[in-house]
């Protein structure tokens, strides 16, 4: 979002997992996971409860390369502890810092919320016009697609958010699919996601799986779902599709419009074009058993 609003270059150090735009990965990183790499799906699973169930963290702050840094603004998240590190151990280092900065926490449940952060993160950063210029592109962009889907059939979708175990994509995944001209089966507007069983998930029946594993890419979501091909087969849908959820479905920023484009154009491709560099695949599955 500061790299859309034009003020990248005053960005001078991220997390880890910032990738995007380019340019933003080769900032100093001021943050690492506690969880080990290289983990599958489900060990992942396994640790981060482990941890959060200890009371332990799963992100470590470089504080001492903070503080060096002399920032003015810190911008993180608290909607999700699993992703970022602890909003109140960064309010307790920004607390100790000699700068003092101003820590702004985004913390949207929705599409409007993920929109209005931008005008706020703007008037934070001495671009209100701007902003308020990037809000409304984004905003017609929406609209584009609304009026593209409009009279279409309503495909019933299945948005899977972690495959082992399975996760049903929450927030503002359900609101998008709405935009796109699906029908989301189990994900509420606006609430957390939440593990299922695979039986709630067959007994969804739905016409379109889309695989948005949180933060990984098209490629490591289409291998998730061949992992578990006989319980996602077993589903039952018509198409199966892994899509890129770092760059447009788990953070939410800008780029969450290009999801809903993709995911319109999915449901409707002949309505809506894909997004121009959005990343998806195919995930072509056996016939459940039963079936030939």
């Known amino acids: 979002m500061l790299f859309a609003l034009g003020v990248g270059d005053q960005v001078l150090a991220v997390t880890h997992e910032c990738d995007y735009p380019p340019e933003a990965a080769g900032k100093r990183h001021l943050t690492r996971s506690l969880v080990p790499a290289g983990l599958s799906a489900n060990e992942i699973d396994a640790e981060v409860r482990r941890l959060t169930g200890e009371g332990r963290h799963l992100y470590e702050l470089d504080e001492p390369a903070l503080r060096e840094l002399e920032v003015d603004l810190i911008v993180t998240q608290a909607v999700c502890e699993v992703c970022a590190v602890s909003y109140d151990d960064v309010v307790a280092v920004a607390a100790r810092l000699p700068t003092r900065p101003r820590v702004i926490s985004l913390d949207p449940s929705n599409l409007a919320e993920v929109l209005a952060d931008v005008p706020r993160l703007g008037e934070a950063t001495g671009v209100a016009e701007k902003a308020i210029a990037l809000r409304s592109d984004l905003e017609q962009r929406l609209e584009r697609v609304r009026v593209a889907v409009e009279g279409a059939s309503r495909p019933r979708v ?9 996760f049903i994509g929450g927030h503002w995944v359900p609101e998008m699919i709405e935009i796109a001209g699906g029908t989301d089966v189990l994900g509420v507007p606006g609430a957390k996601s939440r593990t299922a069983e695979w039986d709630e998930l067959a007994a969804s029946a739905p016409d379109v799986i889309v695989a948005m594993p949180c933060g990984w890419d098209a490629t490591r979501a289409r291998a998730e779902v061949e992992i578990r091909a ?3 087969a077993a589903i039952g849908a018509e198409r199966i599709w892994a899509v890129d ?5 788990s953070r939410p920023g800008p780029r969450l419009v290009e999801g809903t484009e ?8 002949d309505r809506v074009d894909a997004p ?15 079936r030939s």
């Open 245 to 249: 959820a770092a760059a447009s479905f």
């Open 158 to 166: 299945l948005a899977i958010e972690w495959l082992d175990p399975p």
């Open 230 to 232: 006989t319980e996602v």
């Open 262 to 269: 993709l995911i319109a154009h999915l449901l409707h491709p």
């Open 276 to 290: 121009h560099g959005v990343t998806f695949e195919p995930a072509p599955l056996p016939a459940p058993a039963g």
